[in-house]
């Protein structure tokens, strides 16, 4: 599988390794298995460094969808990318782009930097849910 998670309670963290191909159904994977596990709200470091992005405008259209979804009901916490390369870059940007959460996002080039940069922004989760565009009416 190309995508790996663990993750630490304790730290309100998910560690995510990313190595070769991964497309949009290993992405809906790994979102849904967070939603089920409730930590969407927690810090993602997510290291893209041997990461083979592959989406269609399609697939980040979809991802979109699905993203907007998670956000109407569960709240999302920040996420630092470690990645050199440009698709890695492209695909960040991408994803930061189509993703409805309004949370910390930052790409960094080491792990040690993410990680420090994920203390200092711990605290800030955006919650959408209490939205006027996400609560029902009626």
């Known amino acids: 599988m ?6 630490f309670h304790d730290q309100k963290l998910v560690h995510i390794v990313a190595q070769g191909r991964v497309t949009l159904p290993e992405m809906e994977e790994h ?20 990461a083979d992005p592959i989406y269609t405008d399609q697939d980040v259209l979809a991802m979109g969808a699905r993203l907007s979804a998670y956000t109407a009901t569960l709240k999302s916490g920040p996420l630092a990318v470690i990645g050199l390369d440009e698709k890695a870059r492209s695909a960040f940007r991408r994803f ?30 955006d919650d959408q849910r209490n939205q006027p565009f996400h609560t029902p009416k009626g």
């Open 31 to 50: 979102f849904d298995a967070l939603a089920v596990a409730d930590v969407l709200q927690y810090g993602k470091l997510f290291d893209a460094s041997e």
């Open 96 to 125: 930061v782009n189509i993703s409805p959460a309004k949370r910390p996002a930052r790409l960094f080039k080491t792990e040690a930097e993410a990680r420090a940069w994920l203390k200092e922004v711990a605290d800030q989760v």
């Open 2 to 7: 190309p995508l790996k998670w663990e993750i």
